[in-house]
Each structure stands twice: as C-alpha cells, then as structure tokens.
C-alpha cells in the first residue's frame, strides 16, 4: 500500500479548497434536513446521530485532502462517468433514491409521527456503538484503498492495483461492510423500525453493486481472482 499511495501522492493532484469548503457546507445541510423533518430541535437521538455523523464526516475529508486528495477527487466526481459501467449506473440511481427516502423516513417515523414504538435504550447504545465502528470502517477503507472510487470503474490511468492490507485482508470490500453496519446503526440510534426496512432494500443493493464489482474486477484487473481466493468474504466474514 505505501508504494502505491506514494505512487498516487507523486502525480501532485491538487483539490481546491473552495470544494473542501462547499463539501463541508453540503453535509451539514444533512442534520440541518434530519431536524426538520422531525420537527423537534430537543431530540437527543438526532443530536447523537448529526454530532458522529459529522465529526467523522469532516475527519474524513480532511485527512484525504492532505493525505490522498487524488482520491479525494475521485470520490467528488459524477456518479455518472465516462468508463463506469452501464449497470452501475441503473444501480446508482436506484441506490441514491433507496437513501433519500431511507433517510427522510427515520425523522418522520422516530419523531414527527411516531409510527415505531419507543426503542428501549439499550438498543439504542447498540446503535450508537454500531455507527461509531462503521464510519471508523468507511474511514480505514478510504485510508487503506486509494483506488476507492464511488463509480465501478477501471482505473488505469492511476495504475490501479489489488490492495489486500488493512482490513481488505479481511472481507474485501470493508466500505460496503461499513455501510452495511451504517444503514443498520442509524436506524436503531433514532429508533426506526421503517428506517431498518428500508435499510434491507439497501443493503441488498450494495451487495448486487459487490458481485458485479467483483465480476469485473476479475476479469480486468490482474490478481484479483488470486486475491478472492486468498480473502474468501465480501463484507461479512463466514457469511457473505
């Protein structure tokens, strides 16, 4: 990993700080949406949520600004681009729409309308703890992978290789891992059972998303067939 981040790191990609900024500004909109959508600016599990939620968020950004801003660029590009295959672009789409309404029904549903009964709090402390370790994931997947794009794609003009260290030596692909955790962890934070519903249409999704990912990466990128034999599981060791 070290030879290819310095490889990344000498191509000297730089990231404007005005779209670090607008990055910023663009998620905190999310808690802003969050609270208005629940109607009630007192409630503690969406304070929880937005405080983790942005911290690590903002964490993220930083750290590959100064570290990896050529995959920070990367993950900034259109979810519809040149070389992305086509069925990833069906499945973005779907995706994206999955999350919009997954993400405007837990505020609805946990607060506004009380459709869930009260989550009792331990349930809730599991949530938290299971969304602290999943955007931990996403952020050692990102740190790990510089090749992480947010499209399926090749990417041969960064001299695209197998990573297999870090936690890709573990499932191999530990970012849907974390959002798999994430989609479960929300929900049972605010206290959703609509929100753990939908969140079953979206980790579905990811892991259709996988197998095509993987379908590709086999038949293109060298060594990837020598590395699924070496890294058995996608997201969930012994299961998936």
């Known amino acids: 990993m070290n030879n290819v981040f310095s490889q990344v790191m000498n191509t000297n990609v730089a990231f404007p700080v005005s779209r670090l900024i607008w990055a910023f500004v663009y998620l905190a909109f999310f808690p802003v949406i969050l609270f208005v959508l629940a109607g009630d600016w007192r409630w503690i599990e969406g304070w929880v949520f937005s405080i983790i939620f942005l911290l690590m968020c903002f964490s993220t950004l930083l750290y590959l600004y100064f570290y990896d801003p050529a995959l920070l660029k990367e993950r900034f590009g259109s979810p519809i681009q040149q070389g992305q295959k086509s069925w990833d672009k069906v499945v973005l789409s779907v995706f994206f729409v999955d999350f919009l309404v997954w993400f405007a029904i837990m505020p609805l549903d946990a607060r506004r309308f009380h459709w869930s009964p009260v989550f009792p709090f331990w349930l809730k402390a599991i949530g938290t703890g299971l969304l602290i370790i999943s955007i931990v994931m996403v952020f050692e997947a990102l740190r790990e992978n510089t090749f992480a794009a947010p499209v399926v794609k090749m990417q041969k003009e960064r001299g695209q290789t197998v990573i297999s260290t870090g936690m890709y030596g573990v499932v191999r692909h530990p970012m849907y891992a974390g959002a798999l955790l994430l ?12 929100g753990l519903i939908i969140s079953l249409l979206l980790i579905v999704t ?24 070496n890294v058995r599981w996608r997201m969930i060791p012994f299961v998936f």
């Open 183 to 194: 989609f479960v962890a929300a929900p049972l934070l605010l206290g959703s059972v609509w």
């Open 206 to 229: 990811i892991a259709g998303r996988s197998i095509g990912e993987e379908a590709m990466l086999k038949q293109e990128l060298e060594g990837y067939s020598d590395y699924m034999k």
